[in-house]
């Protein structure tokens, strides 16, 4: 086994490879089919979750307990293509690689054995890296280790690499560290999102990064109840070990005029890996996965002190192959948010009753459904939650599936 140092290559003594990325937080692990030119030939040629299968290139999921991989069949590839690019960015919004530790395993597809590993140096405000390269020179497949970074997420390395987004960038992505030389990409006309964060990925600065938005990053529990702004992340780790393993999810709401009723429901959706629909707990269905899911029925007002609506999640029961829940809210009898007043989520401690986090809803829309937070299933096994606040026109939580997915 070779341990690979940034610009390092080895020869590959496989046609089938595959490269992992493990690091201590969930991961978006991507490849691209590229071009002597350096290029896609076209959106196809961009392989990630939501299109797991292209010539000769496989994203294969870790279900949340192995870090996702790139599989590569050199002998597959069509003609044309010199190069595979494997590339990485955390999954959390708003989340940097600054102390988060990545690294590439390169094995034999065929029977797991170990060729080389590479764990990029230096990171720091990096949100996406382009992590090795699988490629062709003489004749000869091999794998090189890049380690170099991008500071606007995948949007930057899709424009980098010719891959289609909603917005026009302004001017080519800069890469962050280590420098490299690399051609600019041309504007690139609007077209249909490929990635859910590619596409909401602003256009990119050449001007190094700034400092993460207020409201984004990842917290822990160990100073006790925490309060999130949206897009934040808590992690249900305290000192280091998992907090707890049974948490209710408790959402209130009360009337914003004249004490009008409002029949809002709470929901929870459960996702696999693939961020497949697995089930959903609401009202009409009150326990789901094998009882590790119950909902606490319907409340048809909102009136009354305290949590209107609680969902208990039992992770330690949770199927293996569940690894991500989506709490939504929505407005069955049509009203919108914006009547809505003191909307919020908490997360408890089912066994004591003890607040851990909270997440109020301010700045409601007009619209008759909510994503309020989800929990994700790290790798290493510890779970995150993190505040979402999205709105959108759904009154039941059939309507919540689709969205709730792409948000995860």
Not at 327 to 352: P, W
Request: aromatic residues 6%; hydrophobic residues 40%.
């Amino acid at each position: 086994m070779t341990a690979m140092t940034p610009g390092s290559n080895i020869p590959l003594s496989a046609a089938r490879v595959t490269v992992d990325v493990a690091a201590p937080v969930r991961l978006d692990v991507s490849g691209l089919l590229l071009t002597a030119d350096g290029k896609v030939r076209s959106d196809d040629d961009f392989i990630f979750y939501n299109q797991p299968t292209g010539q000769g290139v496989t994203y294969r999921s870790g279900g949340g307990s192995a870090p996702d991989a790139i599989v590569v069949d050199t002998g597959a590839l069509p003609p044309g293509i010199e190069k595979v690019v494997v590339t990485a960015s955390p999954d959390a919004a708003g989340q940097t690689f600054q102390g988060v530790e990545p690294t590439a395993t390169i094995r034999t597809a065929d029977d797991g054995g170990v060729l080389a590993t590479f764990t990029p140096p230096r990171l720091g405000t990096e949100t996406a890296l382009v992590v090795v390269e699988i490629y062709l020179r003489n004749g000869v497949w091999k794998a090189r280790a890049v380690g170099q970074g991008y500071a606007n997420g995948l949007a930057g390395i899709a424009t980098d690499f010719g891959v289609s987004v909603d917005e026009e960038p302004a001017a080519a992505p800069a890469p962050v560290a280590p420098p490299a030389p690399a051609a600019p990409a041309a504007p690139v006309p609007p077209s249909a999102p490929v990635d859910p964060r590619v596409a909401a990925a602003p256009a990119a600065p050449a001007a190094p990064p700034a400092a993460p938005a207020p409201g984004t990053g990842k917290i822990n529990l160990d100073k006790g109840r925490v309060s999130l702004q949206k897009n934040q992340t808590v992690s249900l780790v305290k000192g280091g070990r998992p907090l707890l393993s049974q948490v209710r999810m408790g959402l209130g709401w009360e009337p914003a005029y004249r004490g009008k009723d409002i029949d809002l429901d709470a929901s929870v959706i459960a996702y696999g890996p693939n961020r497949n629909h697995l089930d959903s707990c609401y009202f009409g269905k009150l326990s789901i996965l094998n009882g590790s899911v119950k909902h606490s029925g319907d409340n048809l007002t909102g009136e009354g002190a305290g949590d209107d609506e609680a969902i208990t999640v039992d992770l330690g029961r949770l199927p293996a192959e569940v690894t991500g829940l989506v709490f939504t809210v929505n407005s069955f009898t049509g009203q919108k948010f914006s009547e809505v007043a003191k909307a919020y989520c908490r997360l408890l401690d089912a066994a004591t009753g003890e607040e851990l986090v909270r997440f109020d809803l301010t700045g409601a829309e007009p619209q008759t459904g909510v994503m309020m937070a989800k929990l994700i299933r790290q790798f290493s096994g510890e779970w995150e939650m993190t505040a979402m606040g999205e709105f959108v026109k759904s009154r039941t939580v059939r309507g919540m599936v689709k969205p709730a997915g792409k948000a995860l």
